[in-house]
């Protein structure tokens, strides 16, 4: 039988996957642990997620909170919830439960859909947020709260998808931000469509590419880095529960992977189990993707050598999706996330005049126009005013500056950003000289206070099991190899470089450690 497949006339990013359902419904799609899923099982059940929550009166812009683990649950009802016209509020489940009840409360969201492995997170929700009118629980049983999976036994398919427009709202993804409270980011339904096609084609994805999903679904770099393409494309994905390096070793060895996302915290936890990538397989890769915070030069070096494939780094925000991107083809510059995607424009500002564009290898400001932009906060006009411009830019807050080809090098937040004496000092220049020490596994460099110089930087350091040195060695080490005004006023040492909920190096936490462990700041010289 002939199938005819054209172009899908829906605007509605529901329908993400229409394309390999039709050509290979039977091609498993996700496998988690014992469970696979098909392309039509799918379908079938992201149509009874959408059908059931009808049924319980939600309709177009009514918004729908997950609370989910990584889960296939959370695949189809995200696009579920987006069929209907609704929007889909993807929660962090690392954040506490005053967090969360922000969220649920702000984006009046109106139905919860939460794992029972986060039923005391979901109760404090369902008990303290006026507009949750249902809880629907998956995998367990509470009072007051619905069964995921008995009201989509009720529901046959052949849901009709909602007719949307381009700027309808698809997704609504909060930020931590820096300070204050999390944004509520409005993402349309084109801006999606655009940046699942977008990340596909950049990256030469085609129906056979596996990925090995291993950063939470809730964060833009597995879904949009991972999942979304996979969809799109007719690939296949493996979702691990969470990150922990030892099983995502044995699971790529198991899985066999084609490619992966990851965050640099993610991979250096990875490459410090020696044993265990010794004794597994993990040469399937065709490419690894690397992004969501500053990737050290030795740390990319090593990633090839070790899983003997390419590696891209990419640039991307939740405002603004993947805007910067290394081709899998021609010139890769180590160090360098790539070159602005296709469609995107970018500019680099200066810090003290955003009317002037920085000068090649002059750092500044990233600003990002382009079809994945957000279309604003919501309930705050005056958030939107101040990182949106009139002429349609976001403003990143991220530090970077672009060479004389155009190739763009991310050097971390302007928060993160360290004025030692009239010096700016970024954390990445001096992480990346660290990381050469061969003792040295991982690093992470914060600010502190400085009585004299206003504030400096201080290293957190992990070494390599069995590797061992002191805190006046590496600093002798970064004045043999570094700029001098830019080397570590103090080293510390760690088991573990801490991460957020987003598998982000927690560089709060750092910072605020550090000011603990020198209450009177950093007085000068070498220590």
């Not at 683990?69 to 016209?85: A, H, K, P, Q």
């Not at 619905?146 to 007719?163: I, K, P, Q, S, V």
């Not at 705050?380 to 991220?398: I, L, R």
């Not at 700016?424 to 990381?435: A, F, G, S, W």
Request: aromatic fraction near 8%; charged fraction near 20%; include cysteine.
């Amino acid at each position: 039988m002939t199938v005819n497949v054209e172009k899908h006339p829906s605007k509605n990013f529901g329908e993400l996957f229409w394309r390999p359902v039709a050509l290979y419904p039977n091609k498993t799609v996700i496998q988690q642990g014992e469970v696979s899923l098909t392309y039509a099982e799918l379908e079938t059940r992201t149509q009874q997620v959408a059908a059931a929550l009808t049924r319980l009166g939600i309709g177009r812009d009514d918004k729908v909170m997950l609370l989910m683990t990584n889960d296939y649950r959370f695949v189809e009802s995200l696009f579920g919830i987006i069929r209907i016209g609704a929007v889909a509020v993807p929660a962090n489940i690392k954040l506490g439960n005053d967090a969360l009840t922000y969220i649920a409360a702000h984006s009046d969201s109106r139905i919860l859909i939460a794992h029972e492995e986060l039923a005391d997170k979901a109760q404090a929700i369902h008990d303290g947020v006026a507009s949750i009118e249902h809880t629907l629980l998956v995998n367990g049983d509470m009072p007051g709260m619905l069964d995921y999976e008995t009201l989509l036994a009720a529901e046959m398919n052949g849901f009709t998808t909602a007719e949307v427009e381009d700027d309808d709202v698809a997704m609504m993804m909060y930020t931590s931000g820096s300070t204050g409270r999390p944004k509520g980011c409005l993402l349309s339904h084109a801006s999606k469509w655009w940046t699942a096609r977008s990340n596909t084609r950049a990256m030469m994805h085609v129906q056979s590419d596996r990925a090995l999903i291993v950063g939470p679904l809730y964060h833009a770099n597995a879904l949009w880095g991972s999942l979304m393409p996979m969809l799109y494309v007719g690939g296949s994905a493996a979702i691990l529960p969470d990150f922990a390096a030892v099983p995502v070793i044995e699971a790529i060895d198991r899985h066999r992977p084609t490619f992966m996302s990851g965050t640099p915290s993610m991979y250096s936890l990875m490459l410090a189990e020696r044993e265990a990538l010794h004794a597994n397989d993990v040469t399937s890769f065709e490419f690894l993707s690397c992004g969501s915070a500053p990737v050290p030069e030795e740390l990319m070096q090593e990633i090839n050598r070790v899983f003997g494939c390419e590696v891209v780094e990419s640039y991307g925000l939740t405002e603004a999706g993947a805007n910067v991107l290394t081709p899998r083809w021609g010139l890769k510059k180590l160090g360098s996330c790539g070159l602005p995607v296709m469609d995107v424009h970018i500019r680099i500002v200066d810090l003290e005049d955003d009317m002037r564009d920085c000068e090649p290898g002059e750092i500044g400001e990233l600003w990002s126009k382009g079809p994945p932009n957000l279309l604003g906060y919501y309930k705050q006009p005056d958030v939107t005013a101040e990182k949106m411009t009139p002429d349609g830019y976001v403003k990143s807050g991220d530090l970077v500056y672009a060479d004389e080809q155009g190739y763009i090098y991310f050097q971390g937040r302007v928060d993160d950003m360290i004025n030692c004496g009239g010096e700016n000092v970024y954390p990445k220049e001096v992480e990346t000289i660290i990381l050469t020490h061969p003792a040295v596994a991982d690093v992470s460099v914060v600010s502190a206070r400085h009585q004299v110089k206003g504030e400096a930087p201080v290293a957190w350091v992990v070494l390599h099991r069995g590797e061992d040195t002191d805190e006046m060695a590496l600093k002798q080490f970064f004045f043999d190899n570094g700029p001098a005004y830019a080397h570590p006023r103090r080293v510390f040492f760690l088991d573990e470089i801490p991460v957020s909920g987003t598998n982000k190096i927690d560089r709060k936490w750092l910072t605020e450690e550090a000011a603990r462990r020198i209450p009177q700041g950093i007085t000068g010289g070498m220590g």
